[in-house]
């Protein structure tokens, strides 16, 4: 009886030990964001490469995250409720963000603003991902 529960207390510990020594099962960190918090879904890594996802901390992965977080909820603020509910269809089909925009029929002054969005997104992106490569230089 005792050398049952040690071998399970064992076999616990070294479940937990392989568990905590994997990055992608200890960080759980979210790889989707919600475009809008009715349900519309977007992947993180349609705009950085996944290669470069593995070779970030925690940190820097949940700063891209609030990041994207961020731009999809200031272009659910750009559309009205038809154009959002055509975005979420095209999303759900599997499209990335900017494709399903395309199918939207958008006013130009909307698909400006979006632009606008994207691009302080990307520099705000650029700056996450060079703080990363210029860590992983000096280390």
Request: overall charge neutral; charged content about 20%.
């Amino acid at each position: 009886m005792v050398d049952n529960c040690r071998k399970i207390l064992c076999l616990l510990v070294i479940i937990l030990a392989i568990a905590l020594s994997v990055p992608q099962i200890a960080v759980a960190s979210p790889s989707l964001v919600v475009l809008n918090p009715n349900s519309t879904v977007a992947n993180i890594s349609n705009d950085v490469d996944s290669y470069i996802l593995e070779g970030l901390t925690p940190l820097e992965r949940q700063e891209l995250w609030a990041l994207r977080q961020r731009r999809n909820k200031e272009i659910a603020n750009v559309l009205n409720l038809p154009q959002r509910a055509i975005l979420q269809a095209n999303l759900n089909s599997g499209l990335n963000v900017m494709e399903a925009l395309e199918s939207v029929d958008l006013k130009i002054y909307q698909w400006e603003m979006i632009q606008a969005i994207n691009e302080l997104n990307d520099l705000k992106m650029k700056e996450i991902l060079s703080r990363h490569s210029s860590r992983s230089v000096i280390q």
